[in-house]
């Protein structure tokens, strides 16, 4: 059985036991890490999304985070003089060995989303942890200074509702950076 996945705007066929490089993904070495954008699975009987298999997923161990061969790209205008230019670029990989194809069921694995650089949509990132606080908690972008960005920080750090902000001590709490105002605002809003 095989897969065509998607992930960091490449598409990749693969089988149980491949080993591939992948854009940088957001995981440590020794973790595992699912595939959820599958386009097609292959085998006895083919399956193709429209455009992605529904319930489907790819489950990778990581390997190691390495880089690229270097990318030397030269640019010599041939009329005008002294004008060239020399830059080089390893680009950031993640080794994957492929573990696990899943036909069905992917949601319930518990597994580590493999999301990185480029890994997931934009759109769909930074609507996911706005949509993700609204069902669970409190808006905290209510709070003045508040964005996006660090509501997400929040949430990842477990505070989810204005009382759980409000509880924070400001000075020692050292999952992420808060701001005192938010502390006071979060005690009038709870």
């Known amino acids: 059985m095989f897969a065509v996945l998607k992930t ?25 890490v699912q ?6 699975l292959g085998g006895d009987s083919p399956v ?29 205008r041939r009329r005008k003089h002294s004008s060239q230019r020399t830059k080089g670029h390893r ?16 949601d319930a694995t518990g597994v580590k989303a493999a999301i990185g650089s480029g ?19 409190d808006d905290l972008t209510a709070i003045n200074g508040v964005g996006p960005a660090a509501a ?3 949430n990842e750090a477990g505070i989810t509702t204005y009382a759980q902000l409000a509880a924070v001590d400001a000075d020692t709490f050292a999952a992420t950076k808060v701001k005192p105002e938010w502390v006071e605002q979060a005690k009038a809003l709870a």
């Open 91 to 106: 680009q950031l990989l993640t080794l994957l060995r492929v573990t696990d194809i899943l036909a069905a069921g992917a």
């Open 119 to 137: 890994s997931a949509p934009k759109a769909a990132s930074t609507a996911a942890p706005a949509a993700k606080a609204a069902a669970s908690g």
């Open 8 to 32: 960091g705007g490449k598409q990749y066929r693969v089988q149980a036991g491949d080993v591939l490089r992948v854009e940088r993904l957001a995981a440590d070495a020794g973790e595992t």
């Open 48 to 76: 193709v999304g429209a455009p992605l298999v529904a319930g489907a997923a790819v489950q990778a161990q990581v390997i190691d985070q390495i880089k690229g061969d270097k990318v030397i790209h030269y640019v010599k």
């Open 35 to 40: 595939f959820n954008e599958i386009l097609m």
């Open 152 to 154: 997400k920080k929040l």
